[in-house]
């Protein structure tokens, strides 16, 4: 199956700081959405982008099908971006748009 | 509210029993599933559904069952057969693109 691989792993940030998260999938996709997930577990929509860009306050993706990745930028982090954030892809091959999740990234931001 | 609704939000189990996760959503989407995530991971499917009265096996479907007999319910049946089955359980749904999320189920066995 499809193979999702997100970096970095861990992230500590201070509170103001830039960062890039990068999700890299080995095959073809129709999907690809990022999350959040709080300290509750609870997973929060960020963004559906299987190609191109978008951009929602601080937070903005961007997808490269062809190149099979996607970034997601945090800009100006605040304490509440704490938490994981995973990628998710949805193989074109695959039948019931399942989405397969990387291991996710766990971003710490301090004050 | 549209959404999607998981319960109850804990549980425990003795080990031997079955126990039945509930999910439903009134967000009209034709497909559901089911998700679980281990401590410091990501998520692995267990069972999906594209429509009613049909599912699928995922990843992970062993010591499991599901059923779908309406559109907005897909409950997930842990069976005493999962040797493992203390996790944080995700049900999910879509209509072709974007997926949604309920809170999750925390289930532990005791």
């Known amino acids: 199956g499809i193979q999702v691989e997100q970096s970095p792993p861990d992230l500590i940030l201070q509170e103001g700081a830039n960062s890039t998260l990068r999700c890299n999938f080995s095959d073809s996709v129709n999907n690809l959405q990022w999350f959040h997930q709080n300290p509750w577990g609870q997973l929060i929509n960020l963004f559906y982008?299987?190609?191109g860009t978008k951009q929602n306050g601080r937070l903005s993706a961007t997808t490269v099908a062809t190149e099979r990745y996607s970034l997601l930028y945090i800009s100006s982090s605040q304490t509440t971006d704490s938490g994981v954030y995973f990628c998710?892809?949805?193989?074109?091959?695959?039948?019931?748009?399942?989405?397969?999740f990387g291991g996710g990234t766990r971003v710490l931001v301090k004050p | 509210d549209g959404g999607i609704t998981q319960s109850p939000k804990y549980l425990f189990r003795k080990e031997g029993q079955n126990v039945t996760l509930s999910c439903e959503q009134n967000l009209n989407h034709d497909a559901m599933y089911w998700y679980r995530q281990d401590p410091g991971q990501g998520l692995r499917l267990i069972y999906y559904?594209?429509?009613?009265?049909?599912?699928q096996k995922g990843d992970i479907a062993e010591g499991y069952s599901v059923s779908r007999e309406k559109q907005e319910s897909f409950p997930l049946t842990v069976t005493s057969a999962q040797k493992n089955p203390t996790a944080f359980y995700l049900c999910?749904?879509?209509?072709?693109?974007?997926?949604?999320f309920g809170q999750g189920t925390r289930l532990t066995v005791v």
């Open positions: 998710a892809v949805g193989p074109i091959k695959a039948a019931g748009n399942k989405l397969t």
């Open positions: 982008i299987p190609s």
């Open positions: 559904s594209q429509i009613v009265n049909d599912f």
């Open positions: 999910a749904s879509n209509q072709g693109t974007e997926a949604f």
